[in-house]
């Protein structure tokens, strides 16, 4: 049981490159979560997901785009990637929108 | 909208009382804790629904007042494994759309 995998655990980028972030879950879990983690801000919701098939913005979810195509995995991509989206990115699910989130260990992006 | 924690951060020494307050401009459904260690992802303490209730998990316990839209999270006999920074989390309205906002955290320091 891994839980909530996420990959790649770092990455540099250069100003106007995408990339796609990769979050799976093992517990069959209907919630799925991305947030973002900087300095003092602490975690912001960028986009979540409340079913396959289904997203919502959250907070912060301008430059970014997300997919939920499989109940299990959850994509944060971006298209253009800017210094400002420098930050520890992290995944989550959970049952419900009740029920206790389960973190994944995070990917630290970088973007020169 | 986010809630507002306080204090932002607390040192104490090992054996000493800690209490961290998080409270929002918004009726609250429920009030959930989470604790991050450095370098790590974050990790659920507890739930509060509203209904005035009382938690607790070991040594540290909550409170949750709907009505002051508040709640407060109590360590006592600090243990130097109860560093890190500790987050609340709102939910105003429950339906099958609402997720939690997260406050900005409030780092806790356990000295030996």
């Known amino acids: 049981n891994a839980g909530v995998t996420q990959t790649p655990k770092f990455r540099v980028l250069k100003t106007g490159q995408s990339m796609t972030l990769l979050c799976a879950q093992d517990m069959n879990h209907e919630y799925m979560y991305w947030y973002r983690q900087d300095p003092g801000m602490g975690l912001r919701l960028i986009h979540y997901s409340v079913g396959e098939g289904t997203t919502a913005k959250g907070e912060v979810p301008d430059g970014y785009n997300v997919s939920r195509l499989k109940k299990q995995n959850f994509l ?3 298209e253009s990637a800017a210094p400002s989206q420098t ?8 049952y419900s929108g ?7 260990p995070g990917t630290r992006l970088t973007v020169l | 909208q986010q809630p507002v924690q306080s204090p932002q951060a607390v040192i104490l020494r090992e054996g000493e009382d800690a209490v961290i307050n998080c409270s929002s401009s918004k009726a609250l459904y429920s009030v959930h804790w989470y604790r991050q260690k450095h370098g790590e992802a974050p990790v659920f303490l507890m739930i509060l629904l509203k209904g005035g209730e009382q938690k607790g998990h070991e040594k540290i316990s ?6 002051k839209q508040q709640s407060s999270l109590y360590l ?3 243990q130097l494994s109860y560093s890190g920074t500790y987050f609340c989390g709102t939910v105003e309205v429950m339906n099958r759309d609402d997720k939690i906002i997260f406050g900005k955290g ?5 000295l030996p």
Do not use: M, W
């Open chain 1, 76 to 78: 944060l991509g971006l």
């Open chain 1, 87 to 94: 930050s520890v990115y992290f995944c989550a699910s959970s």
């Open chain 1, 98 to 104: 009740l029920n206790t989130q389960y973190f994944g």
């Open chain 2, 62 to 67: 909550a409170s949750f007042n709907e009505k």
């Open chain 2, 76 to 78: 006592t006999a600090s």
């Open chain 2, 106 to 110: 409030t780092r806790l320091h356990i």
